[in-house]
């Protein structure tokens, strides 16, 4: 986990990076659910989605596991509470969080048993009723491409809903949409 090639790290925190995350995955991704008050993002990276989480009058925790950009965001965003570590071993208590969430990361996650993992802290962070959503990218040789160099495990569509259930996950909705090429995803904690 943590491995980003220049190319790759140049896009993401670019403009053009946080307006699509703005206009097309956000929406997408949780522009459907009530999310509460309490967030934590999972994975922020340069903040794309940070930045318009924090618009939302909420609770804003996030947990990034790179030093440097945990220092970049607690300076971008002094308003967010910014902890460092890593999605596979939360510091949080059990139900602490109305929502987890994470955006265009779980493909740095490897192997499948560590993104597996993040879903079992998110499930156990989770107040009941609350949700686990996001994004990822859909796998294609592109993206293959793009990623050399990086840790590069994408997200299998067929089993993600399962492995979700697997921890404990109920109302899981997998949807693909932007061409093809965007996965998100939503989950429930049982109530």
Known sequence: MDQMNVDH????SSEEWAEHIRDVVLPAAIGHL?????ILEV?????AATRWLTTTNRKLTVLELNDD????LESRHPEVHVSRGSGTDMSYGDDTFDAVVCFT???HVAPDSE?????????RVLRSGGH?????????????????GDTYNPIDTETL???????????IGVQITGEGRLLTFDASKPS
């Open 43 to 47: 994975g922020p990276g340069y903040g």
């Open 9 to 12: 790290a140049a896009l993401c």
């Open 115 to 123: 993104q597996d993992a993040i879903f079992a802290e998110a499930f």
């Open 161 to 171: 809903a399962g492995r979700l259930a697997a921890v404990g996950f109920e109302e």
């Open 69 to 72: 950009l945990a220092a970049e």
């Open 34 to 38: 009530d999310l509460g008050s309490a």
């Open 132 to 148: 686990f959503a996001g994004s990822d990218s859909v796998a294609n040789p592109d993206l293959a491409e793009f990623h050399q």
């Open 105 to 107: 990361m779980l493909h």
